[in-house]
């Protein structure tokens, strides 16, 4: 091929129609070109148009339906996701509730529970009258476990009637053997499920006999939701351990919803004044004027009184110008083991100053 400059030479050496056509055709050909750049631009121009039309009429809906779509299907992930997490935890908490299920199982095979015993004492004298028997588990999996998830637990599963057939047992030969240092009764707490057991009255009887124990020296205590939840129940088990000659208490005395309805239902014969009463009385004027008035129906109503959750002298002292007959909390004692509840025993009377 010719380059520029030679090409023209060539031209312009050449005969001049040769040029004269040639310059024709040329600037034909220029014509063309422009006119084809010409239409090459409207076409690109329209169908830049064509192509933001299509857009705009077909793609953009379809864009915002699948952005809306997206949305959806994000939302409905999130949905799964939720619900997958709903799942999830459902099985978790199923799980992690049959292996507890287990472990308190296991825990009942292994020993791990033991009953600790909290002094009552007789407030105006200090002495030992009786104990309460608390239970802890001292899990090997999870160290100690509070009651509020394992009683619970137990409820639920069942496994409370042989677990409360295990603290009757066991707080009846610890009563045998605190019975042979003093005089003193055993508290043993009930739970809402033993009272459904045909056999409950007929098991603690038997329980009482086995650790050669009077009946006399035991009582039960008993909240207003156990009661609530089957009245006629509690009042017929009630009823039938009252004949046996065992106490009730009625547990955490004020805490419950018509708490005055069961003091003439039941055969109630100890009312423990709630702990929440006791650590308001001397920031409260009216829980001070609560505890006064429980303490004075109570002895109208010729039942014992018990405040629960005493914790400094002037509280113990409060208790006692009220007739308030007996006390218990840290500071004559908190719950301890067997063996050192034997020593308390040992003691003359309990020192009247808070341990905690
Ligand atoms: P509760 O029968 O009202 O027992 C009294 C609770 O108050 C005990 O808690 C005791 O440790 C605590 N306490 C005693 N004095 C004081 C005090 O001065 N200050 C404070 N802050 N607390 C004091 P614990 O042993 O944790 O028992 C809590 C609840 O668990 C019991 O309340 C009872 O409802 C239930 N429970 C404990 N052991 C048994 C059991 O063997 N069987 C059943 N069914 N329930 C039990
Ligand atoms: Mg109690
Ligand atoms: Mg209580």
Known sequence: MLRGSLFE?????????????????????????????????????EEKNRQKSIFRILLLPIFKLSGDMKAAISKRKQTATQKRNYIYKDVVSTADNITKENNLKQALLDKEFEMYYQPIVDIATGNIAGCEALIRWNSSAYGFVSHDEFIGLAEKTGLIIPLGNW???????????FRKLRDIYMSINLSTRPFES??????????????????????????ESVLMLNPEIAETALNKLKDAGFSIAIDDFGTGYSSFSYLHRFPIDTLKIDRSFVIEMFNNKRSMEIVRTLSFLARNLNMKTIAEGIEN???????????CDYGQGYLYS?????????ELLGNESLPTTATA
């Open 9 to 45: 030479q060539k031209i312009q050496q050449s005969d001049p129609t040769v040029r004269l056509l040639l310059q024709v055709v040329l600037e034909r050909y220029r014509d063309i070109h422009a006119r084809l750049m010409n239409v090459a631009a409207n076409i690109a121009e």
């Open 167 to 177: 603290i009757t047992r066991q707080s009846c030969n610890a009563a045998h053997e």
């Open 198 to 223: 045909p056999s409950f009255v007929h098991d603690i009887k038997e329980a009482v006999k086995a650790a050669n124990i009077p009946n006399q020296c035991i009582k039960f205590e008993i909240t």
């Open 313 to 323: 002298s002037a509280e113990g002292e409060q208790l006692n110008n009220f007739g």
């Open 334 to 342: 908190r719950p301890v083991p067997f063996n050192e509840f034997i």
